[in-house]
């Protein structure tokens, strides 16, 4: 989980002027958490408190409302009405990592991502997105290699993860889909050497980098085994105090390696 918030909060900046390069500052002027990390601390909520994750997500959008929220997902915190909208988008995905590690079982984890996407994103391509990534998730931190990562993804979700990201890279431009960012993202982590590598690798594709670095960061975290030091204490300098103690209270209690 603090993966992919310290993804979301490096390539915050680089959303809108890409930069096509691993060499850059992880932490620049203006690095800020976005609403990937602001829903994400939201689910993480949701599981150590109990409760409805629709009321939760209107409750922290309504707390981080310039937190660049899509147009859909503001009409939909703002409305009364809490059914889904047959999103695709990369944001079931993005704030998905906490059921990767709250659950046990890979069915469950597969089950849980499911249920709490539907509630946005019950489009087929948005469920798929953030059950990829909580499988992925899952994998890493009980053990699978890189190569039975990819295969399972491959194999049960149907990506295609044999570019690498030199393939990738030229052509990428700004995607909002999860069928156009979540194999980018996961490509970026299966050619990482570590976790710093895997964010570096996922901002110098382009396209909507905080998100993938989100969704690569939080995939990294569980397979290198935590978030560096020098970079989990900048993440968490940029986080306010609600934000900070949900995060610290789901790390204490839920991530162990």
């Known amino acids: 989980m603090l993966g992919a918030i310290a993804g979301d909060i490096i390539g915050s900046i680089y959303e809108f002027e890409n930069i096509k390069t691993t060499e850059f500052p992880l932490f620049s002027a203006g690095c800020t958490f976005t609403d990937d990390t602001v829903l994400t601390v939201a689910l993480a909520d949701c599981l150590l408190s109990g409760g409805n994750y629709a009321n939760f997500m209107k409750e922290y959008y309504r707390l981080y409302p310039n937190a660049g929220f899509g147009g859909q ?32 079982k890979l069915d469950e984890v597969l089950k849980k ?43 049960c979700h149907g990506y295609d993860l044999t570019p690498t990201c030199d393939d990738i890279r030229p052509a990428y431009r700004f995607d909002v889909s999860c069928q156009g960012t979540v194999p980018q993202a996961i490509i970026a982590f299966l050619e990482s050497t570590d976790f710093e590598s895997s964010i570096r690798l996922a901002v110098s594709l382009g396209g909507d980098t905080d998100t993938i670095a989100c969704i690569t960061g939080s995939i990294a975290e569980a397979f290198y085994g935590g978030v560096p030091t020098n970079i989990a204490s900048r993440t968490f300098m940029r986080l306010d105090e609600k934000l900070k103690k949900v995060t610290t209270r789901f790390c204490d209690r839920v991530i162990t390696f």
Request: hydrophobic content about 35%; proline content about 4%.
């Open 73 to 104: 997902f503001i009409k939909w915190a703002k409305s009364d009405d809490s059914k889904p909208y047959n999103s695709w988008g990369n944001g079931s995905a993005m704030r998905i990592s906490p059921v990767g590690w709250f659950y046990n």
């Open 113 to 155: 991502a499911e249920e709490f996407t539907a509630i946005t994103h019950d489009h087929p391509e948005g469920i798929k997105g953030a059950q990829a990534t909580a499988a992925a998730i899952y994998l890493s931190r009980t053990g699978s290699s890189k190569d039975e990562i990819r295969n399972y993804i491959n194999n």
